[in-house]
């Protein structure tokens, strides 16, 4: 999906969009209507879903129609009277703009009425609440966290009205309140937001702050933040903070001798083995704009413009970093089976932080399994795992290309290199930097449909294989009844990878097909 930060209409043309002003129109400076609609069918198009960051908590009111209805202007505020507006929000914790009152009917009106607008008329796929932990009138405590059902209330009666309208719609809430609310919530049918963004830059950096991002696994209860089911949006990075890239450059840690976190092409490839253990998490993961790039501009001036780098796709290591972020998305969303399960062992502090692993695995134990494991340090780290069965496994992923580690073969092999375990219990020794997602079966794409090759409707979970089809991976071509496959691009089959053509199907190839 495709999340865009608040689009509606706000105060000026230099904002990140919270400080709304009229709900039911994009903003001027984002162009017309029309055209937002365009690239919505766009995103469409192509199998991605449109979630739009959305403000219910406040508005900038002396700006809007049903602020200036009701305004007090001896104090510079909504007046007592307004149906909308708490003249002074109740939580003074932490307040922005004009503060709306969510147990009045014309509020939930507005809201409930908005949101439709949005869904219908641009035919957006959901919405990310900002700070829903404002969205009531009680004060719970002094942060506003404790548990508060008046705003369940409020948030489960939203839920309602839009999902019996608009089945299937995200509903996503930025709420910061303690566990047990939040997980009647995601009970409810709501994702929750996760931020992990200090323990993936503490990890990222290799410092000595807390480096175990546990939190972003929903079943995790070492902190008492388990949550009933994988509900959790979990990030590493968003607007709010800092570039992770930057971040390594400007405050990695140097003690590694020759391999420095604060060498650019150093900081960017780390970035790799962190999304080797960010995307394979169960549960819907984000990541911020260019992050699969290594956006390293500083976030100074916050709401300022920042330049699109395209350009940094020239650069080996950020197309490596690109690439990366593409195949381990793959991967995940062609097997549904594979990470929509319980994993089976995972630790994210093990070796002082450094060493981070994951299991997880069909629940056929026969089917695929999926083990990856990263060094976050700065130095040789060893760790011993018990993989989930002996046999032949493939490195689907590895960032180990010039012997780091201790050879390229083997567990610390390069990218769709093969390997045999006759015993389930391993020790590896991982480089600084090192990472690897062990697959005990290739990936497997299935062609179900009629048409073009490049078409996502026509493959299985919408997964186009990639160009290079790697070792170990499988396309199997199982067209709809009397359908066609048509190969209208370039696609290599690379040794110890195949393609299956199911009895009975066709496929046409007019490009070109190499097969190792």
């Given at each position: 999906?495709?999340?865009f930060?608040?689009?509606?209409?706000?105060?000026?043309?230099?904002s990140?969009?919270?400080?709304?002003?009229?709900?039911?129109?994009?903003?001027?400076?984002?162009g017309?209507?029309?055209?937002?609609?365009?690239?919505i069918?766009?995103?469409?198009?192509?199998?991605?879903?449109?979630?739009?960051?959305?403000?219910?908590?406040?508005?900038?009111?002396?700006?809007?129609?049903?602020g200036?209805?009701?305004?007090?202007?001896?104090?510079?505020?909504?007046?007592?009277?307004?149906?909308?507006?708490?003249?002074?929000?109740?939580?003074?914790?932490?307040?922005?703009?004009?503060?709306?009152?969510?147990?009045?009917?014309?509020?939930?009106?507005?809201?409930?009425?908005s949101l439709?607008?949005?869904?219908?008329?641009?035919?957006?796929?959901?919405?990310?609440?900002?700070?829903?932990?404002?969205?009531?009138?009680?004060?719970?405590?002094?942060?506003?966290?404790?548990?508060d059902?008046?705003?369940i209330?409020?948030?489960?009666?939203?839920?309602d009205?839009?999902?019996?309208?608009?089945?299937?719609?995200?509903?996503?809430?930025?709420?910061?309140?303690?566990?047990?609310?939040?997980?009647?919530?995601?009970?409810k049918?709501?994702?929750t937001?996760?931020?992990?963004?200090?323990?993936?830059?503490?990890?990222?950096?290799?410092?000595?702050g807390?480096?175990?991002?546990?939190?972003?696994?929903?079943?995790?209860?070492?902190?008492g933040?388990n949550a009933?089911?994988?509900?959790?949006?979990?990030f590493?990075?968003?607007?709010?903070?800092?570039?992770?890239?930057?971040?390594?450059i400007?405050?990695?840690?140097?003690?590694?001798?020759?391999?420095?976190?604060?060498?650019?092409?150093?900081?960017?490839?780390?970035?790799?083995a962190?999304?080797a253990v960010?995307?394979?998490?169960?549960?819907?993961?984000?990541?911020?704009?260019?992050?699969?790039?290594g956006?390293?501009?500083?976030?100074?001036?916050?709401?300022?413009?920042?330049?699109?780098?395209?350009?940094?796709?020239?650069?080996?290591?950020?197309?490596?970093?690109?690439?990366?972020y593409s195949?381990?998305?793959?991967?995940r969303?062609?097997?549904?089976a594979?990470?929509?399960?319980?994993?089976?062992?995972?630790d994210?502090?093990?070796?002082?932080?450094?060493?981070?692993?994951?299991?997880?695995?069909?629940?056929?134990?026969?089917?695929?399994?999926?083990t990856i494991?990263?060094?976050?340090?700065?130095t040789?780290?060893?760790?011993?795992?018990n993989?989930?069965?002996?046999?032949?496994?493939?490195n689907?992923?590895?960032?180990?290309?010039?012997?780091?580690?201790?050879t390229?073969?083997?567990?610390?092999?390069?990218?769709n290199?093969?390997?045999?375990?006759?015993?389930?219990?391993?020790?590896?020794?991982?480089?600084?930097?090192?990472y690897?997602?062990?697959?005990?079966?290739?990936?497997?794409?299935?062609?179900?449909g009629?048409?073009n090759?490049?078409?996502?409707?026509?493959?299985?979970n919408?997964?186009?294989?990639?160009?290079?089809?790697p070792?170990?991976?499988?396309?199997?071509?199982?067209?709809?009844?009397?359908?066609?496959?048509?190969?209208?691009?370039?696609q290599?089959?690379?040794?110890?990878?195949?393609i299956?053509?199911?009895?009975?199907?066709?496929?046409?190839?007019?490009?070109?097909l190499?097969?190792?």
């Open positions: 999906a495709n999340e930060m608040p689009l509606h209409e706000i105060n000026g043309n230099n990140w969009g919270y400080n709304p002003t009229f709900y039911y129109a994009p903003d001027k400076a984002y017309p209507k029309n055209k937002l609609k365009e690239l069918d766009l995103l469409h198009q192509n199998g991605i879903a449109v979630i739009l960051d959305v403000v219910y908590n406040h508005m900038d009111a002396g700006a809007n129609p049903q200036k209805l009701y305004w007090d202007a001896a104090n510079n505020r909504p007046a007592a009277n307004s149906p909308w507006f708490n003249p002074v929000a109740p939580q003074t914790f932490l307040s922005f703009f004009n503060d709306l009152n969510h147990s009045s009917p014309a509020t939930k009106y507005l809201t409930q009425n439709e607008h949005w869904l219908r008329e641009y035919k957006v796929d959901g919405f990310r609440f900002d700070y829903t932990k404002g969205m009531t009138q009680t004060v719970s405590s002094v942060d506003n966290s404790a548990y059902q008046s705003r209330d409020i948030l489960n009666a939203y839920y009205s839009i999902v019996s309208k608009f089945p299937n719609t995200y509903m996503i809430l930025e709420h910061f309140c303690v566990p047990a609310e939040e997980n009647v919530l995601i009970n049918g709501f994702m937001w996760r931020e992990m963004y200090y323990e993936y830059n503490q990890s990222l950096e290799a410092n000595g807390n480096k175990n991002f546990g939190d972003i696994m929903w079943n995790y209860n070492a902190n933040r009933p089911s994988p509900g959790l949006v979990g590493m990075n968003s607007h709010d903070k800092e570039r992770s890239v930057y971040n390594c400007n405050y990695g840690n140097t003690s590694g001798g020759a391999y420095n976190v604060r060498d650019t092409a150093t900081a960017v490839e780390r970035m790799e962190a999304a960010l995307f394979t998490v169960p549960g819907p993961k984000m990541f911020y704009q260019f992050d699969e790039m956006y390293d501009i500083a976030r100074a001036g916050n709401t300022d413009p920042k330049p699109a780098r395209w350009d940094y796709l020239t650069k080996p290591y950020r197309l490596n970093l690109y690439n990366a195949q381990i998305i793959k991967f969303l062609s097997n549904p594979i990470f929509n399960n319980v994993p089976s062992a995972y994210f502090n093990a070796n002082g932080g450094f060493v981070k692993y994951l299991q997880i695995g069909d629940p056929n134990p026969g089917n695929t399994q999926v494991v990263a060094n976050l340090g700065v040789n780290q060893t760790i011993s795992l993989f989930q069965k002996t046999g032949t496994w493939y689907y992923l590895s960032n180990n290309t010039t012997g780091t580690g201790s390229t073969a083997g567990l610390n092999g390069a990218t290199t093969t390997f045999t375990l006759s015993s389930i219990n391993q020790t590896i020794v991982l480089a600084p930097g090192e690897h997602i062990y697959a005990s079966k290739g990936a497997v794409y299935t062609f179900t009629n048409g090759w490049s078409d996502a409707a026509n493959w299985q919408g997964n186009v294989p990639p160009a290079v089809l070792n170990g991976a499988e396309i199997i071509i199982d067209t709809q009844a009397n359908g066609e496959c048509v190969l209208n691009v370039s290599t089959i690379s040794a110890g990878a195949k299956t053509v199911a009895t009975g199907k066709k496929i046409r190839i007019p490009l070109n190499s097969i190792q």
